[in-house]
């Protein structure tokens, strides 16, 4: 379960490695984010040269957190390690398409 200001290690090629949820998106009186929810989160580290810059607010998806525009296509182009199922559920099938395994 994720909350606000928790730190998060980022899953795909962004640029980004770590980010801190702001906010959760969806209800306003939410506590914790789950599997396939989308978080606002602010980029605490990044790789340098990249497009993705520190302190950048950006959405991502709780999959082992992956980065997404305002539309929901994801921003990287590889996905390491395995995700979860119910992704596919949740109507992001770019995702699933990406990653090597699928749980």
């Known amino acids: 379960m994720i909350q606000p200001q928790t730190h998060l290690n980022v899953a795909d090629n962004s640029g980004a490695r770590e980010l801190m949820c702001i906010r959760i998106i969806g209800t306003s009186n939410r506590r914790y984010a789950n599997i396939g929810d989308v978080i606002v989160a602010v980029i605490k580290e990044a790789v340098p040269n990249m497009p993705l810059e520190r302190s950048e607010v950006i959405r ?3 999959v082992r957190t992956f980065i997404v525009d305002q539309e929901g296509n ?4 590889r996905i390491f390690g395995a995700i979860v199922r119910e992704l596919r559920q949740l109507n992001f099938t770019k995702i699933v398409s990406l990653a ?3 749980l």
Do not use: M
């Open 100 to 102: 090597p395994e699928v």
């Open 60 to 62: 991502a998806v709780i």
């Open 74 to 77: 994801p921003k990287g182009t």
